[in-house]
């Protein structure tokens, strides 16, 4: 019963039965119509047949043809099906806003791609869900395309089955139609079997579309979700750290052009007006003051302090000239401090030479310059010219009758040529900060916190952690530790998962190491470390010798320093650079050592007599006074139980207060130290890491190092005045801090537990996203199997039931 | 007129009960008897008085056949040459006399018939009517029929005529009344196109299953939103592309019919609902009885701008090719066309599909502003839109202008008895169906009539004024005009052009605001006197003629305004020209 019999029961009218005609019983037999005109179909009208590959294509054109009907929207020359596509556009502008809008709050580089990759994936979810599981598999069970498109007469682009009262089905040949017909499996030989295959396909249109309709709520999102996750992790990810990594070369390479562009917009109007505003007029603090803010280029890295001070001999130094009282009153200093009086002496002697130097306008600085020069010339040697320079600073920081600050002209252009070598510093460092950043910085999506995650996964996957455990471990600290312990003491247990662990962080490791630990030697690029220590080291040397030709002593002091370099910008530079590859290094390292330590311990249950690790005990108790001379299997497990767990879990104020070990026991404390930071690997270790295609023997060497460093290290976990450790002599203070923080590791059960929480999130989510997602894909195809389903008489009329 | 009633000599009961038979079949529209040879008298009182009454009052000759004037038909060579004024009528209001004010006629109150229809003939080739569309004449089905007369486009018996349409002081059968308003109408000129329904009424369909569509379910094919009619069913086998030739042979007969009444054409009502196949049988057949006999087809636009569950699609070139000379078109959304481009966008498109290469030439549209399928003209601009689309029509290229019945005096059709329910005891459980705003055809309702009779006027000087240029509107080619300083795009400007001579016609197509810009006539001379041709109504226009052609306009709301011109090279002037297929 279909709609209209429906409206028809209503109809207020009762039918009247009408007398019976008597009918003719003439029977008539049907024309043929072979010579007659048939329709037409006018020639822009047809099919639409793009090949898959065409879609975007499509997507590209159905966007122009939306701006087109917008343009025609508002002059007023739409029709209600080119307003209806305006929603399209509409929809994908609205999204693309909002993912733009997204876009500029999201923080890293990761989180700004997805937005926009969501964006993307949504519409690419929403075309390819109807796309790969209704149309694809409707037209593979049923041959007919449901999403079928033409072009009207006008050259307009529809949907060929949208409005079931109007379905251009005079597009379709009769033959095309018969092979429709076979297809859907209507019988050859039914009345009238175009309608037949007409109401089917419709039907099954109508279908398809309906279920397109209930499923595109769920399945858009849900897919969505998974190729985000799929890509972000697989394409993205590496997509982009690549990008980071050729972008932070390319600058590094291109520093110069960038030095240039830097330059070419550079205008530092604020400091210019300060300048003229205030020319050869005397300026107090506050002038002063603002002057150095306008120095800084946002880089506090030099202190504001190295530029007061050099601005301060600016300023100050042009109130004098070198005049020639000037310049007796300057060797008369210079003779009545001087260490040596005689070193000085050619200074008397040459008195008209240096006199020469001096003159009403000649700026004192300059004269200092030139009478420096004069003794190197002179072959004065490298300690007179430094207590020479001494002395200068010392005539200058005298109280002079003129001691004002005043912006002569001389200033102004001494301030603007140290305000452009500030700003070239400061522009070639950044590059070179960012660079570091790339690399090893300590923030997310760095280089090298991508490969910690990568690590830490590698690790996390090699100890087959089910899905309750995850829980567990995610929620509770207590019971994470107990299933890491239980864990690691599985793997260790079978020597092909342990091999196969070990390779496989070994793997990770030597591609870290591959890029940031190789120095050019050998002819091999140079690694991120070396180029960054170069590239520090240049800036900084270069730098100072620009600053010092200008005269700028202070800011190359800052640069670098005295000779030794200490607390200069260099050494800091250079040992942040170290210390944050080694933190980095021994984090990786420290699995790696903490499943040797394992692995080795694990050998205990051979026995007293045939484990190695018991050996090692036995060797390690002789000689000390506190430690039983005679250990046993019983003591030996006793302190197993402390190894596993300073291995697991100490941290960086365990190992300061030395796990508990109070003295008298610091030798136990010694021995214990020396069981875990053993170089005696196991020989699994050895046999996995010795493999020559990940490093072999230089991978090995470099392991054990890492071992003796820290052990030969853990002096400076030692709080001041404390008891020195019997391996080295060192008296640890404060300053060494930063040392024991990199040298201790990340503790392992929280490294785990932040794993299991990160996957144990993903797990979840993708059970549900891709469970979801499977159970919808199933309850779609298996719906599609049941479409069309016509009852047998309407397929079979008889034909003589009239 | 002579009497019908016959001589007759009633002697007993059973000459009585025959003659009552005889009666009864006259009611029905049988065929009369010639003669009657009763020779014995009647021996009732009542039946001798009620005989001789008859006598006296009706001395008809029915024994003659009807005389027929004779008539050449050269309907298909009028619409040929766009010749054609047709009126749209429907017999059973088409005079009717409503006394009592009600818009309902009812008893005591005079229906609309074929014979007091003459009456008004002469009104319509006043307005210069020359062609009138009888819409469907067969007595309606009566189950679950719309309105209490039933939809004239259901029909019972597409070979019988409606009783109802018989005058009764008239002794002749409702067929050869039909026959006398036709010759009345070819007397004056006025050629006569029968509608032809497309579809059966309830009570047909039960009757005539093999006529009718089904669906494979068993029930009939309803089209969509008209539940008093089933459709017919034009294949024997679609997918063998065979007719059905039940159908064939009715449309046959029908046509039989329509020669014998000598009616001059068809308008086939919702012709897409046949096949392209059928109509080349058909319009063939009837050629062949009546070379000249026109074919007028309902059918709007290729992309079916109206799709109807159950209804084929629509194909106007399809039908033209297979023999209508004519076709409505879509001129019934003019009122929706927002801009004046989308009317010359419109003719343009026709025009060139007459140059196609299989269209036969002499194809035409009528002018379909308003049919009794559309809501007045009133309520779209009132008096000024209806002499603007009067206007439109008789300018048109390829346009044969066509008015319904009712348009000439601006009628609103707007009944007072809208949806009510019936109040006699027969119709119990039906209502008043009306479509508001449009022709009664449900019901046996008043002349349709407005309160605006300047509009028959404007008509009348209009067609005039139509056949005063028939050559140049007729035949001439079509010329665009560019306007200018018409932002809105509300200024209809074209030419017509033939052999040396041009009118011009600028129209205001908004009926709420006055226009102004500029039209720029190629050839026109500065200064040249604009006089317009057609009457004024409305608010005033005024125009300029200024230099290199530029006319300056300033039009009232919805004025049409049409001027002879003289530039007799304005086709070689650049602009597009367009011509149709003659």
Redesign the interface.
Known sequence: M?L??L??QK????????S??K?SDEK???????S?????R?ERSHLVKDPFYMAPVNFVTDIYENIVNIKKGMM??SNDHDLGRINDFAMKAGALGLAGYLFTRAKTPMAKTMELFGFGSFFASMALWPKLFIETPLKAMYGINIHQKYI???GRKKMFFQ????V?W?LYT?DE?AKLGDKLGIPQNI??????IK?KAQKIALQGNTLWMLTAGFATPLGCSLICDFAGRKFISPLLDNLKMKKAESNLQNIEKIVENAFSKYDPKKLNGLLDLYKDREIDAKIFNMIVQNLLHDDDILGSKAIESQLQNIVSANKDSATVEYVDKFLKFIKDNACNAEDFKILEDSKSVIKNFAGENVNPRKFNMQVKYFLMQNDIDDLTILEFEELVNKFKSQKTNTNVMKLTPDAIYNIKQLDRGLFEFATRKSVLDKYKQTYLGDVAESIAANKWNSITSTFFKTLNVSSEELKKAKLDGLASYDILLDKIQKLVANDEAYKKAVSKIQEEILSFDSLIMPDAANGAPQGVKAKIIDGYTKLLEEQAEKFNKLGFNKITERLLGDTTEQGSLKANLLDQTRRRVDELRNGFYKILHVLDCFKRADDVKKGWDNSKFAQLYRNLSGGHANIPVNPTMRTLEKDLAQFKKIVLSATIADYTTKFGYRNPQFPLYDRMMKLIYSTDFDDATVAALADKQLGGTTFMAAFKKKINDTLSNLGNFVYPHADKVTTRNVVGSVGDILVRDSLAGPRIDEVFRETASNISNSAKWLKMFGGGFVALVGITLLAETFFGR??F???Y?RKD?? | MTSLIPQINIVNTKTVNHYNEKIKKFEVGGEPEKTFELTNMPTSNILAQFVKKLQAVNPVDITKPLERFEWKNDLKDLMKENKVVVWAMIPRTFNAKDKDRNDLIQDGEEKGTFLNAIERLDELVALGVNTIHVLPIHPPGESKAMGLSGSVYSPLDMLKIDPELRDPSNPRNVKEQFKMFIDECHKRGLHVMLDLPSCASYDMYKRNPKLMAYERNGNAKTPQGWQDIRMFEPWADETKRTLNPYLLKLHKDFIDMCIDLKVDGIRADVARAKPTEFWDIIIPYAQSKDPKFAWLAETYTYEDASPQLNMMYDRPKDMLRSGFDSYYGQYHIFNEWTKAHELIDYVVENLQMTQEKDMPAGKSLIGSFATHDDISPMFHGGVDYCNLTTGLQATLPMTNPYFVDGFQSGDEYLYKYENLKADDQKHEDRKHDVHRGKLDLFNHSRKPAGRHPEIGEFMKSVMAMRKQYEDIITKGSFIPLETDENADDQIIAYARHYKGRTILVIANRDVNKREKGLVRVPGLNKGFVLKNLAPKYGENSYFQVGQDGVVSVDMGKARFHMFEVDTPNIEQSGLKVYKQKL
């Open positions: 279909n209209i019999d409206t028809l109809t207020y009218v009762k039918p009247i039965n009408p019976p005609v009918q008539l037999a049907p024309i043929a119509t072979t007659l005109k048939k329709p037409h006018p007023g020359k009207d007469h006008e409005d079931p009262q109007y251009p005079d009769s139609l009345h009238n079997r175009n309608e037949v109401r016509l009852p008489a309407e397929v009329k039931k009239n």
